[in-house]
């Protein structure tokens, strides 16, 4: 089995990564959470309950593995802090289980203000407000704040005190934003820092030492590929790499050492926020696939736009990530159809391609060509494995495989983490 493998979002995010990582890190020693914040949430059934994590990797659920937050994230203290408490008081033991990059960046008050009023805005992105963006913003800009900067509280308020002095003067409308106090913010981080500063260690010597040692690592990414800030569809995308290449950027991994990169997609498509959608379905199926789903945002509850599958993107994420290796989740959702349709060719203004174009103005304009297969009306959460499924799906498996050039490895047949069928 491979050392190192890397787990990424083939869509727009939302594709079971968490339930993925939840079944797959029984056969790893190390989970890393690469890149994103908490403005994603990845959703795990454990012992019949339903746990939404947002910081901590979704391996913590497996018994003695070790989960990173790695360098690559901009991580809310308060937000981890939550998340360790309910983990805690379900009785799940994190003893030197949990570290958190020196070098991952942290999310202030004023960040989350910004998100917010930029998300109040006409032309908005369609953001989770959780600051993010903001964070990326001040890291890139060199005026944000490591956890490991935490240790110099006089260089911390020196920061603060400039980035507030810019912000009140950026933003001479918001109350918000003129009415914090540098005092109140210092406080806060430092008692939050408090909590946690004992999961701090230099993760990257960490990881590089415990692959040395053979230990197997297993690679988390956040969202999907397609909101990749620059292989996305830009300006509605994240602010950080969701690709495979950002797992060795947001850990400190080198590229050699990462020996499968598998890439996870739903049966059909969806996508939170604003931004163009070739496939969505503004119809009844539309709204079937979205109940029958229950595609609501794990993080904002927001409902999910949905669609039929687009191949041509699939394609492209496949090519972006190196793709090895692919599994489909919610096929289960398409048990009742008679007819199913994929994407198999963009058209834009009568001229059609098999390429995915990352402008989103040309986006906007682009209609599917869509090739009808047969639906396979079965309830497939009987089956466990392949030789039980019904020759529809094989078929509907067998065409995705055959054009994006990527074997499927596994499929969902329902929601509980052993709904899995190896193919």
Not at 94 to 101: G, Q
Not at 294 to 313: F, I, K, M
Not at 349 to 368: A, C, Q, V, W
Not at 375 to 398: R, V
């Amino acid at each position: 089995m491979s050392k190192i493998t890397v787990l990424t979002g083939l869509q727009w995010g939302d594709e079971g990564k968490g339930k993925m990582i939840d079944l797959l890190s029984p056969k790893y020693d190390i989970v890393v959470r690469y890149q994103g914040g908490a403005n994603a949430g990845h959703t795990i059934v454990f012992n019949n309950k339903k746990y939404i994590l947002h910081l901590i990797p979704s391996g913590i659920f497996t018994k003695n593995i070790k989960c990173v937050i790695g360098n690559g994230t901009v991580v809310d203290l308060e937000a981890l802090i939550d998340e360790i408490e309910i983990l805690k008081h379900e009785g799940i033991n994190l003893n030197n289980r949990v570290f958190l990059s020196k070098d991952a960046h942290i999310i202030l008050s004023y960040h989350k203000i910004i998100d917010s009023i930029n998300e109040s805005k006409e032309d908005k992105l369609g953001t989770t407000k959780r600051g993010i963006g903001p964070c990326y913003i001040d890291k890139y800009a060199r005026t944000g704040i490591k956890v490991q900067d935490l240790s110099h509280p006089e260089k911390v308020s020196k920061i603060i005190e400039k980035n507030l002095e810019v912000l009140k003067n950026s933003f001479r409308n918001s109350e918000e934003i003129h009415s914090l106090k540098i005092e109140v913010i210092l406080d806060k981080l430092f008692t939050n820092y408090e909590l946690i500063k004992h999961l701090v260690i230099d993760t990257q010597d960490y990881l590089y030492k415990s692959y040395k040692k053979g230990k197997r690592i297993l690679m988390e990414g956040a969202q999907g590929t397609l909101l990749d800030i620059d292989f996305g569809t830009y300006p509605f995308v994240t602010s950080s790499h969701p690709i495979s290449g950002g797992a060795c950027i947001g850990s400190g991994l080198p590229p050699t050492f990462v020996d499968d990169v598998v890439g996870i997609f739903k049966a059909y498509t969806t996508r939170v926020g604003e931004g163009p959608f070739v496939t969505e379905l503004i119809d009844e199926t539309g709204q079937y696939i979205l109940k029958k789903g229950n595609e609501y945002g794990a993080t904002t509850g927001r409902p999910r736009r949905c669609g039929w599958l687009d191949l041509v993107a699939l394609k492209y994420s496949c090519s972006i990530n190196g793709v090895t290796s692919m599994i489909m989740t919610k096929t289960d959702v398409l048990n009742d159809f008679d007819k199913i349709n994929v994407c198999i060719k963009y058209d834009i203004n009568g001229k059609k391609t098999d390429r995915f174009i990352t402008d989103s103005e040309l986006l906007k304009i682009t209609k599917p060509v869509y090739k009808q297969l047969n639906g396979w009306k079965y309830d497939i959460s009987k089956c466990s494995k392949k030789k039980d499924l019904p020759k529809n799906l094989i078929k509907y498996i067998s065409f995705i495989e055959n054009y994006t050039g990527v074997k499927i490895k596994f499929i969902s047949s329902g929601p509980s983490r052993e709904q899995f069928i190896k193919m």
